[in-house]
């Protein structure tokens, strides 16, 4: 894939996406594996990726596997380089920072290239939803290749069958849909007999409309095996809240 495909990647981003773009300058420091301050003072997030996480300051935080590599390949990749930032969606997040997808000046898509070195996992929000595709494409080609953190189990994508999930944590899960219903206007993809005990992704009835909009009827997966991401929460079981189309993945035709 792979260099024809992220060449055309890079074509096309600028027509994907926002085209506002921010003062260039070096990249003055790198926080984290998705996370850099600009040299004038600007704080970027990389939008549409998660690293491995660092504790930054946060008492009682284990750092993350592979968290310290993430860091460096992003190190690698922008610092003393200048950048641009390319928005497709929400441009700011409440803790102030930038949310972009950040180019460096020879033409290179940051998020890109840490999901193809396979130092981060798609993490996507429905208000920031560009360039999602092409992003899930790259990590699942790190993913079948084992390539940086698919390489720990940490990170590796889970079963919606028992064992349990782990709770508060942010992760793959992948399973047969064995009941897709709609309660009360809210969506429920079961993946198991017992809807108060086994996993679930649920969809709120304001982000229904997205899958509308998309052509994508959720009733319709039953019988199917998908792929949700997202943050694993206790609610009668471990679910999920699906907030937007691209946290399902349907893996059978």
Known sequence: MNRLFILLVLLLLPLAVVAAELRQGPSARVVDGDTVELDNGMVVRLVGIQAPKLPLG???FETWPLADEAKAALVDLVMDARVSL???GRQVDRHGRQLAHLY???G????GELLRLGMARVYSFRDNRVLVAAMLALEGEARANGRGIWSDDFYAVR???PPRLPIDRFELVEGLVVAATIVRGRAYL???ADWKTDFTASV???DRRLFDDAGIDIEALQGHRVRARGWVESWN?????ISHPEQIEVLDP
């Open 108 to 111: 290179v898509w940051v998020q």
């Open 86 to 88: 390319h928005y497709g």
């Open 190 to 192: 079961n993946f198991g």
């Open 58 to 60: 946060r008492p009682g």
């Open 104 to 106: 460096t000046d020879d």
């Open 159 to 161: 079963q919606a069958e």
């Open 204 to 206: 709120d009835p304001r």
């Open 237 to 241: 079981g471990p679910m999920i809240e």
